[in-house]
């Protein structure tokens, strides 16, 4: 495999034996999905992709999983690239102490909390409804675009200050981005949902891939799954740079990509 920076492209195989032939130091953005440690496998009906979210060797197994996978993104980002890593209730804690050991407490830049509405209920807990992604920097240069928001008002009056806009929702004004996004999940109905278990929406990673990244840079997913951050990162104007260990995942993610027009 070429050295030279990719415009685009997915391969097949298990991360932690790939990286080594990936090119170093030049990824600004990875972003990394991986298995939940859900303890089930997690599959779509019928034919479709599938993965096993199960680990015989308890949390041991899976902690060791996501150090290695971790280590072995570290090296190829830029000098001041970011590595976002998406997980839930079950392991994002573990995540943050894996990461503030790789790039120091320092390297945090933040944790988004992806706020969304499913079904579901418990008569024992509260309902666990989001997820955690946490942002962690090479460097200290790193790139941050900072992008605005509609916040929908109550009531006009009280706002003589301030410019206020309308739409189909009502009156709104812009403001900076928080690090909740409220963006609803997929569900099998949606005509973007391609059949990929766990699959994300599409304005999450346009979001964190705005943020983050400039025109060109290239966009890193060691776990694409049906390459939702790649089409991303095209829509956006990114390269980008997939592996899944999959064969029916990247089939989708290729398909996808072929079909995102810019």
Not at 141 to 156: G, M
Not at 195 to 201: D, H, S, V, W
Not at 221 to 249: H, I, Y
């Given at each position: 495999?070429?050295?030279?920076?990719?415009?685009?492209e997915?391969?097949?195989?298990?991360?932690?034996?790939?990286?080594?032939?990936?090119?170093?130091?030049?990824?600004?953005l990875?972003?990394?999905?991986?298995?939940?440690?859900?303890?089930?496998?997690?599959?779509?009906r019928?034919?479709?992709?599938?993965?096993d979210?199960r680990?015989?060797?308890?949390?041991?197994?899976?902690?060791?999983f996501?150090?290695?996978?971790?280590?072995?993104?570290?090296?190829l980002?830029t000098?001041?690239?970011?590595?976002?890593?998406?997980?839930?209730?079950r392991?994002?804690?573990?995540?943050?102490?894996?990461?503030?050991?790789l790039?120091?407490?320092?390297?945090?830049?933040?944790?988004?909390i992806?706020?969304?509405k499913?079904?579901?209920?418990?008569?024992?807990w509260?309902?666990?409804?989001?997820?955690?992604?946490?942002?962690?920097?090479?460097?200290?240069?790193?790139?941050?675009?900072?992008?605005?928001e509609?916040?929908?008002?109550?009531?006009r009056?009280?706002?003589?200050?301030v410019?206020?806009h309308e739409?189909?929702?009502?009156?709104?004004?812009?403001?900076a981005l928080?690090d909740?996004w409220?963006?609803?999940?997929?569900?099998?109905?949606?005509?973007?949902?391609?059949?990929?278990?766990?699959?994300?929406?599409?304005?999450l990673l346009?979001?964190?891939?705005?943020?983050?990244?400039?025109?060109g840079?290239?966009?890193?997913d060691?776990?694409?799954?049906?390459g939702?951050?790649?089409?991303?990162?095209k829509l956006?104007?990114?390269?980008?740079?997939?592996?899944?260990a999959?064969?029916?995942?990247?089939?989708?993610?290729?398909q996808?990509?072929?079909?995102?027009?810019?």
């Amino acid at each position: 495999m070429s050295k030279a920076r990719p415009t685009g492209e997915v391969i097949e195989g298990d991360f932690l034996d790939v990286a080594a032939t990936l090119p170093r130091g030049t990824a600004a953005l990875a972003y990394i999905d991986p298995p939940f440690f859900s303890g089930r496998k997690r599959s779509n009906r019928g034919d479709g992709p599938s993965y096993d979210d199960r680990w015989p060797g308890g949390p041991a197994e899976y902690l060791s999983f996501l150090r290695r996978m971790l280590e072995a993104v570290k090296p190829l980002l830029t000098p001041n690239g970011v590595i976002a890593l998406h997980l839930d209730w079950r392991a994002a804690h573990h995540g943050r102490l894996e990461l503030e050991r790789l790039f120091t407490p320092q390297g945090f830049v933040n944790e988004i909390i992806w706020s969304y509405k499913t079904g579901g209920l418990s008569k024992r807990w509260l309902g666990r409804k989001h997820d955690s992604i946490h942002v962690f920097a090479a460097g200290r240069d790193y790139t941050f675009n900072l992008i605005r928001e509609k916040s929908y008002l109550a009531h006009r009056y009280g706002y003589s200050n301030v410019e206020i806009h309308e739409d189909e929702g009502g009156a709104y004004t812009w403001t900076a981005l928080r690090d909740v996004w409220d963006i609803p999940a997929l569900r099998g109905n949606q005509l973007e949902y391609a059949g990929y278990p766990t699959q994300k929406p599409l304005a999450l990673l346009k979001r964190l891939v705005e943020c983050f990244t400039r025109p060109g840079d290239l966009v890193l997913d060691p776990c694409c799954g049906s390459g939702t951050a790649l089409v991303a990162a095209k829509l956006l104007g990114r390269s980008w740079l997939g592996v899944d260990a999959g064969k029916a995942a990247v089939g989708l993610a290729l398909q996808r990509l072929s079909e995102a027009k810019l």
